[in-house]
Nanobody, 128 residues
Framework: QVHLVESGGGLVQPGGSLRLSCSAS????????IGWVRQVPGQEREGIAC????????TYVDSVKGRFTISRDSAKTTMWLQMNNLKPEDTAVYYC?????????????????????WGQGTQVTVSR
């Protein structure tokens, strides 16, 4: 299984930007869902963005739509989450994840993605 490692988290003021990276030990297959999930301690994890294995479409949860952008490189070894206009409520641990249809179903806005491979997480804190 491909090993995923996130980076790019940190402390940022409201209105600021961060770019999270997720590097894979191998290449992402075109036939997998890839995405980002965040979790605040004591709360349910929230799917925030994914690229679907079925048609490579992107889906976002409403709370980040227009502010966050998911992307991946052409070599399919890295995915990113560009986060702009960050708000205090975006504070969470952010995980990248991939899956080929099994594992855990994560709802992302109007759709869902399936993940069975997770990174270790990176903390994002939005505060003055």
């Amino acid at each position: 299984q491909v090993h995923l490692v996130e980076s790019g988290g940190g402390l940022v003021q409201p209105g600021g930007s961060l770019r999270l990276s997720c590097s894979a030990s191998g290449s992402f297959s075109d036939r997998i869902d890839i995405g980002w999930v965040r979790q605040v301690p004591g709360q349910e994890r929230e799917g925030i963005a994914c690229i679907s294995r079925s048609d490579s479409s992107t889906t976002y949860v409403d709370s980040v739509k227009g502010r966050f952008t998911i992307s991946r490189d052409s070599a399919k070894t890295t995915m990113w989450l560009q986060m702009n206009n960050l708000k205090p409520e975006d504070t969470a641990v952010y995980y990248c994840a991939t899956g080929a249809g099994g594992g855990t179903r994560v709802v992302v806005g109007p759709g869902d993605c399936w993940y069975d491979n997770w990174g270790q997480g990176t903390q994002v804190t939005v505060s003055r």
